[in-house]
């Protein structure tokens, strides 16, 4: 039996705001149940049956209460008082519609450590439990007194050996031990009553911190989601996918996008996994064979220790998953600006070597194009200053890449917001930014170009620039983790810089992701606190990265043809030349061209840029040369160039 | 010799913005020199010569040129080069007018492992170093790759023998390792070339993240600096206390502000330090006699190592150091409000037992009394919701108080912003919020409440409040730290609780300041993060917290006097009753009249609260019993009141 429909659930704890918040904004991003987080329904005005009723008009299912802390005791009247107060919460589950209870294991200096005894305080309450028709799903907290790890949770419950008594997996508190979760698969699905996933970066910090501020969703952080999730659907788990994400940000953000970056995050793990668990036979590569095979590995199957509550239902994924048709390079990149803004990003472009190739039938947008570079400027800005329009990419199948978006949870954009009239499908990256699928070597005649009327010159080498080598985005403060998430997932990219530096008004934190051929290359960056009043617009640039074999050559032909190349201040220079044993003339033409010269570690070659002034409130261009296969994207310098546009502003302003 | 000035200095990467900024800041704070953070300098306009230049009329000295890093190496050729690398750094310094350089020992792989061969690598440069009229302070980095302790580097330059040649101390490096300071006291003071101050929280992460995202100024952490300080001024250590603060919060907000802070927390702790030095011989208590003593106790000696660039200057406290006087209560809280809203207020008082005991000569401002609660309503306020707007302490000796306050920084008031005529001294916190010093048991004739034509009506014992138990301040993202300090030294407050709870709209840090008798207690807030669009205003509120001896029989007077007392939900209730065994007739009551029942660990006693609904934006009343020694603020509870106020949000803005 096939399903079309992979079961997701989300902790209330995941989202900001009250349970009423929480549940709306689950349901709006198609979670089909929810855990409900105890403290979340303490602080509520619905009693647990208006809740009940809440999610089932919502249609949400309650997966699961939690959590239960520090049942089992040394001391037989505490664990008595802890059994009395389990029958309350049995009575609020039953309010609820929920039929399992998370028990982690305890954290209290009482915790019992005789692991028989433990199995038998267990299976007491599994007793009681399964008597109203209810479950117990014990989880090994990481930082657990006694029971810290899956193996020795399973082995508890193991001994228990009480149809109402099985095992929550919690990916964090598995992989943040570095416990290896191939073993999962050897565990009866049946006892595996509950999954939570959540992912998070490699961080040298105390667990519990770890755990409690900065778990992300799958796909964001570090951890390999897929090789955890690969033996629990092995072994037949077939619960929903759960996530439990404890995050600073999210606590604070929006709950609607969160929900939608929550499931995202859960439909991109699936098809992550059906793809790698299809990959060894060979089929990963041809899609539709590769989905099948994905299809059925991860069909689930129907609990055998089922009669405990409502019947479970199969984890199945996306039956049409398969890898993002490949890229071939940005398509173009649209800068908007007010018309007379307009003009002067014309000039800059025409004094970096464009040419301006063709101007639309209809709309005011103009195509400049150098090399495999193309720009769109659109004029028809309505305030605000310059920026970043759009972006566009080569896609070897657009009308299935944008089909992908959509099952991602991409907002499908209006016709009306292209640049362009051909049938151009256009996506919403989280910051409301449109990506747009052209179809691979169609920026010519019946491509998306064709909607614009030749103005009879052509591109030719210009200044040298070849193409454009990335594209620099400052993300809003909330959606940072997870624009990652969406380029990775949306357009196939693979994560592989993440970074942080120090600028003048405060740390930032960057993340790069591209494709295999690095044909595609985007450079997310965010501050690492949310920014008050303090910080100038600049702090927070966006930027288009041109590539070219010869930064020198470039920036000297666009320095004479006024280009407005942002000067660097020599004390870079000399602090530069007493690091690096440099020839003096190249140190002169970085100093006399701004060049800066960017060494991340001694093998791993250079990185050379030049950046235009600000050419609006926080965008600007950049000529990018590297060498000798750098890979970064110059974080290093980064400070020196944004404290250069800084003065270039206050210039602007006071000039 | 006696000086009555304290040299400070503060390292430039402690503020946000380019240098030409922190130079500013740090002028305006009235520091007498800076550490040049190398990166600072690479990114400014201004050549060395020009920051010498605008040091010195900004009234600067630059007192340090920072880091050199990983000079050592086992490669001779990389050691030639890096030895190149110095002298170009001594050419920077020469054209700065700073005579030393910072040298942190070295996190290189190819760092030098045998003592004698580093001591001579070391010797060499200074030996350079010491040519040029320079000198090098040696610092342990806390993860430095061979030396990461004070001891050690202390041993690697004594063996190096070189005049030019001295420490650095950094408080971080050497309290975070959990090292002992007293035996710096034993270090010549001639050898202890620099001394850089910084406090931390204490947190179990990796030491260099630590260091790098989370330091504080001295006052603000966890770290005892005045037990830091001590040997290192015993030993003869002459130059000045220097502030190196990595801090992502403080990278970010204004550096003006920031940099009063930095300057405040020098002074405070150069008090502490005196007042503590000054302690043993009993004469603490005696403000006069205390801070003579201290004053010598903790004056410098000259250098007797000279000649090494310029002389430097004795460190010494400000020889009137003195404990703030000490305080008696909270003297009143006034709140603010538009005239409708006013009388709004008052009613809510009058519903709460207070009387209306007096009302301005000249100002639209109420007295209103309970017990030695003192509440003045100033209608005066010109838009804006209800809010706190000064707060006012009883202090044995006002005008002291005050003038102690200007010396740490603090902003005199205008006489115009004080609710009364009587000559009350007032000085602004970090968030602007008035803070008077009113003399103990005052507010009678004579008093600051002789301003107040009396109404004839007398306070009572009303419904049992006995005065204000605090006050709750949730204070700006920026400001937390600041204000935290701010009220500690200002009023010599000490901070007696540190949390965080998860609150609605995100996670929110908690921090408690008292006076040893607990007269006065301030409860700050602040949001982990700063907020963005989401979180309504109620999730920052500020409360004023009246003491009762019963909170059920205040809360059912109130009640039956028609306070608006704030709704808890059912669930919080049947909770409580399964974590607690409570006689059903009290958890009925708890119910009925809305008390949050706190217990923060088995013996530590029982919180019992009832919030009034919004008065305004974010400001509310709060009633409470603090059982069998208590002494924490019911933070455990705080998010199901905040979700309730939300509640009461939404149900006044669609009502």
């Known amino acids: 039996m096939r399903r079309d429909h992979l079961r997701t659930a989300l902790a209330t704890v995941c989202l900001s705001g009250t349970l009423e918040d929480k549940l709306v904004a689950a349901s709006d991003a198609g979670f089909d149940g929810v855990e409900i987080f105890e403290p979340d329904l303490v602080a509520a005005p619905m009693r647990p049956g208006d809740v009940r009723v809440r999610c089932a008009d919502l249609g949400l299912s309650v997966d699961l209460y939690q959590p239960f802390r520090d049942l089992d005791s040394n001391d037989p009247d505490r664990f008595a008082a802890n059994l009395r107060r389990a029958e309350r919460k049995f ?17 209290s200096p009482d915790a019992v450590t005789d692991d028989d005894r433990l199995a038998e305080q267990l299976a007491t309450l599994a007793e009681r439990a399964g008597r109203r028709g209810m479950r117990i799903a014990y989880e090994a907290l990481a930082w657990g007194a006694h029971v810290n790890t899956y193996e020795h949770s399973w082995d508890v419950v193991a001994r228990a050996d009480h149809p109402a008594l099985g095992l929550c997996l ?57 090789a955890f999730l690969r033996p629990v ?22 709950p609607v996008p969160t929900a939608v970056d929550a499931r995202r995050s859960l439909l991109a793990l699936a098809e992550a996994t059906a793809l790698a668990d299809a990959a060894p036979t060979g089929a990963a590569d041809a899609a539709p064979t590769g989905a099948a095979g994905a299809g059925a590995a991860l069909a689930g199957v129907a609990p055998t220790g089922a009669g405990l509550g409502a019947a479970r239902r199969a984890v199945v994924v996306d039956p049409v998953a ?51 570079a193309r720009v769109l400027i659109n004029a028809g800005s309505r305030g605000g200053a310059a920026a970043l329009g759009a972006l566009a990419v080569e896609s070897a199948d657009p009308p299935a890449a944008a089909r992908r978006a959509q099952r991602l949870l991409a907002p499908l954009l209006p016709r009306e917001r292209g640049p362009a009239e051909a049938d151009l499908a256009a996506v919403g990256a989280p910051d409301g930014t449109p990506l747009f699928f052209c179809r691979t070597g169609a920026s010519g005649p019946g491509g998306w170009s064709s909607d614009f009327v030749p103005t009879g010159e052509t591109a030719g080498d210009g200044f040298g620039i070849t193409g ?102 020599d004390n870079y220079y000399d602090d530069l030349g007493s690091r690096l044993e440099l020839p003096p003339d190249r140190l002169a033409a970085y100093r006399e061209l701004g060049v800066l010269h960017t060494v991340d570690h001694p093998d791993g070659g250079v990185y050379l840029q030049v950046g235009t002034e600000l050419l609006g409130g926080r965008l600007f261009l950049l000529l990018v040369q590297r060498v000798d296969g750098y890979d970064g994207y110059g974080w290093a310098d980064a400070p020196v160039r944004m404290a250069a546009h800084r003065r270039n502003r206050l210039a602007r302003a006071t000039g």
């Open 233 to 254: 659907l092995a072994a037949g788990y077939a619960g929903p996918l759960s996530l439990e994400v404890f995050n600073d940000v999210f606590r604070q953000a929006d």
């Open 91 to 107: 009575d609020v589950m039953a309010e609820l519609g929920a039929d399992t209870v998370l028990v982690c294991s305890s954290v």
């Open 468 to 569: 454009i080598d990335h594209v620099g985005l400052s993300e809003p403060f909330d959606h940072f983790d997870e624009a990652a998430l969406f380029y990775r997932s949306v357009l196939g990219l693979t994560p592989v810089s993440a970074g942080e530096f120090a600028a003048p008004f405060g740390l930032i934190r960057g993340r790069a992701l591209t494709d295999d051929a690095r044909t595609v290359r985007l450079a997310l960056t965010v501050a690492r606190l949310r920014r008050g009043d303090w910080a100038p617009a600049v702090a927070d640039p966006q930027y288009v990265a041109f590539a070219t074999d010869d930064v020198l050559a470039t920036a000297r032909a666009a320095r004479a043809a006024g280009a407005p190349l942002l000067a660097i201040p």
């Open 322 to 372: 398969a890898p993002a048709p490949p890229l071939a390079g940005h398509a173009f990149v649209e800068l908007t600006a007010e018309p007379t803004e307009a003009d002067q990003l014309a000039e800059v472009l025409d004094s970096l070597g464009f040419v301006r190739t063709g101007r639309h039938r209809t709309k005011p947008v103009e195509r400049w194009e150098q090399g495999r």
């Open 170 to 226: 919690d990916s964090f508190h598995i992989l943040s031990r570095g416990s290896d979760p191939a073993p999962i698969a050897e565990i009866p699905g049946e006892k595996l009553f509950f999954l939570q996933l959540a992912d998070a970066p490699h961080l040298s910090m105390d667990v519990l911190q770890w755990s409690r501020h900065h778990r992300l969703f799958p796909g964001q952080g570090a951890f390999d989601l897929p």
